[in-house]
Every structure is written in structure tokens, then in C-alpha cells.
């Protein structure tokens, strides 16, 4: 079976960090990717992560444990925008299995 | 622009019936998945095809099918619409079905039964 683990809501300063954690427990594993979702909007993609380690690109940055089961998504210098859901998805054999997502908010 | 196009945006109808959802994918992407989203809820995977073959089942009802035509756009059928089927439904598509391939997602197709 798949279960995927993210909390269910974030709230954060304009200008700060914050770390959006994911656990999963999964009967396979070839990858896991975070999305971001605007309410209303598609998906779209951020980050990729299949071995352990920190991927980094400009403000997001995203860690993998393998071994942990266990990944985060890092947002630098936040902004107004970036007020979304975020969204841990396993990759395993064809199927992409999601978590339910984390609303952050974003407050001045 | 993800560059996959889903028709139409909202579809209304009633209880019992039958609607087909279309997707064109990526230029160049050879992948097709379809998701369904109802409100406040993740994203469920329903499945998945890849250059014209059925390559991965999520939790689809049997009420539910789909196809991938040799253009490579797909098409999702729901019959016997109920209720509960009011979601979003999105399609996404990759390059292949290798793990490394982010998806990219259309802007959804809204159904609404009433």
C-alpha cells in the first residue's frame, strides 16, 4: 500500500523560511516530486528527488531520506505568492501517489 | 502554459449520464495520466497510458474508462455518473514512463453532477 504524510496547513512570514515536511511509506519507490497548486490551477512542477540529498533550484530546495522515508520542501525569502498547496507525490512503477498537501499561507 | 490541453473546462450534467473528457498531451510527450481531485481532497491517480498501451491502474471505478488513440490524446469516459463524481479531473503528461519525468498538468476539466 502507498500512505503519504504532509501537515495539513502552514503559515509564514513574507521573507522567511519554511520547511513543508512529507513521510511516506510505500510498497516501491523510484522517485518523489513536489508540485505546487494554486487553488482552482493545475499542479505544477518544482522539484525531483530519487537519491538522498538536498536538491537545490533558486528559492526552493528539496531533501530526500530513502532510508527515512522522509522528504521536505525548503522555501527561501517567501513571498505573497508562493501562497499555495504543495504536494509530496511518490513515483513507483507507473503511479504517482500524492499526499494530500500542505496549505501554506503567506501573511505580511 | 504546460502545453497540455484539456476540453472542455466545465461540464454540467445529471445523475446517470455519460461524459468523455479529452487531453491532448505535451508535443513530444508519449505519457498520459489521469487524475481525479474532488474539493478539499489530494490527487487521486486513475491511470496511466503510454504511446497507446494501458501501463498503470490507480483506483479507477469500473464505471470509468479510458483510452490513448495512435495521435496519442487521450480521451476519459465516466457513464452512470453519480453524485460523488463532481471533481476536477486532470490530465497530465511526461516524456515517457520512466520515473525521472516530471508531469505536466492541464488546467482541468470541472464536473459538476447535479
Known amino acids: 500500500g502507498q500512505n503519504i504524510d504532509q501537515p495539513t496547513e502552514m503559515t509564514a512570514t513574507e521573507g522567511a523560511i519554511v520547511q513543508i515536511n512529507c513521510t511516506y511509506q510505500?510498497?516501491?519507490?523510484?522517485?518523489l516530486f513536489w508540485y505546487q497548486q494554486h487553488a482552482g490551477e493545475a499542479p505544477t512542477f518544482l522539484s525531483y528527488n530519487v537519491l538522498d540529498g538536498l536538491e537545490e533550484k533558486g528559492r526552493f530546495s528539496s531533501f530526500l531520506s530513502r532510508s527515512k522515508g522522509y522528504s521536505y520542501l525548503l522555501l527561501k525569502e517567501l513571498q505573497m505568492k508562493d501562497s499555495a498547496s504543495y504536494l509530496c507525490?511518490?513515483?513507483?512503477?507507473?503511479?504517482?501517489?500524492f499526499g494530500d498537501g500542505t496549505t501554506l499561507t503567506v501573511k505580511p | 502554459d504546460s502545453g497540455v490541453t484539456q476540453t472542455p473546462k466545465h461540464l454540467i450534467t445529471a445523475t446517470g449520464q455519460r461524459v468523455t473528457l479529452r487531453c491532448s498531451p505535451r508535443s513530444g510527450d508519449l505519457s498520459v495520466y489521469w487524475y481525479q481531485q474532488s474539493l478539499d481532497q489530494g490527487l487521486q491517480f486513475l491511470i496511466q497510458y503510454y504511446n497507446g498501451e494501458e501501463r498503470a491502474k490507480g483506483n479507477i471505478l469500473e464505471r470509468f474508462s479510458a483510452q490513448q488513440f495512435p495521435d496519442l490524446h487521450s480521451e476519459l469516459n465516466l457513464s452512470s455518473l453519480e453524485l460523488g463524481d463532481s471533481a476536477l479531473y486532470f490530465c497530465?503528461?511526461?516524456?515517457?514512463?520512466?520515473?525521472?519525468?516530471?508531469?505536466?498538468f492541464g488546467d482541468g476539466t470541472r464536473l459538476s453532477i447535479l
Open positions: 510505500t510498497s516501491g519507490f523510484n522517485g
Open positions: 507525490a511518490v513515483y513507483n512503477a507507473g503511479k504517482s501517489t
Open positions: 497530465a503528461s511526461s516524456g515517457d514512463d520512466f520515473s525521472n519525468q516530471p508531469q505536466h
